[in-house]
């Protein structure tokens, strides 16, 4: 058990991302990708980086988000960056819908977990879940999520759920690691060049608060 576990921890995603790519580009195939997205910003990176070897659909599904005004600050955020933002292959965007009451049932009895544990790995899964459940309806030939540009996200922990979930749902989960290859630094320097709202803590009621040191 130690030795898979120590596999695990030791996977290069970046690598297994190369993979594909390599291999896509080998076929002359240009899938369809449902890309989760927390914020303009941290897809900025992203969409620069993958439109070229896929034809995206941004899933803006955040039910997590506190207070109300941010879901539309970020959502309003996303769709200008898709407007204005040069890629080579198209980009669309859908909205997932705003239910609060799905993340606090999630996160009940796990309010006070600092971020960054048990509580976000359940909220990576819940909202990795809509992805894969929409790929699945539409038949996209893919899907992921921009959450693993943040250095304070588990990138482990991210392709680990979305392996689980691929499996379940018979949609190839895009293994990745996007703050490699300075994927984060280029994103500070695409919000920067696009004017982006960067927001200073996750999204939800609790990292608002751990943030701003109400708890």
Not at 13 to 28: A, C, F, H, S
Not at 161 to 174: F, H, T
Request: hydrophobic residues 30%; contains cysteine.
């Amino acid at each position: 058990m130690h030795n898979q576990s120590t596999q695990k921890q030791n996977v290069n995603y970046q690598k297994e991302l190369d993979k594909i790519i390599n291999r896509l580009e080998q076929e002359g195939r240009v899938p369809r990708l449902l890309l989760h997205s927390c914020c303009a910003p941290c897809s900025s990176y992203v969409l620069e980086y993958l439109s070229k070897y896929f034809e995206i659909t941004v899933l803006y599904y955040n039910p997590n988000l506190y207070p109300d005004s941010e879901f539309a600050k970020r959502s309003a955020e996303q769709r200008r960056l898709i407007d204005e933002m040069k890629t080579v292959h198209p980009v669309s965007f859908m909205e997932g819908a705003f239910d609060k009451s799905v993340f606090y049932q999630m996160a009940a009895g796990m309010e006070s977990i600092r971020e960054g544990g048990a509580r976000c790995f359940r909220c990576y899964e819940l909202r990795l879940r809509k992805t894969a459940e929409t790929a699945k309806a539409l038949g996209f030939d893919f899907f992921t999520t921009t959450l693993s540009i943040s250095p304070l996200k588990n990138a482990q922990k991210l392709n680990e759920i979305g392996g689980r979930l691929a499996d379940e749902y018979g949609v190839a989960y895009l293994m990745s690691d996007f703050k490699k290859k300075n994927g984060y630094k280029r994103s500070v320097e695409l919000s920067q060049e696009y004017d982006l709202y960067r927001q200073d803590y996750c999204g939800c009621e609790f990292s608002y608060q751990e943030r701003h040191g109400q708890i």
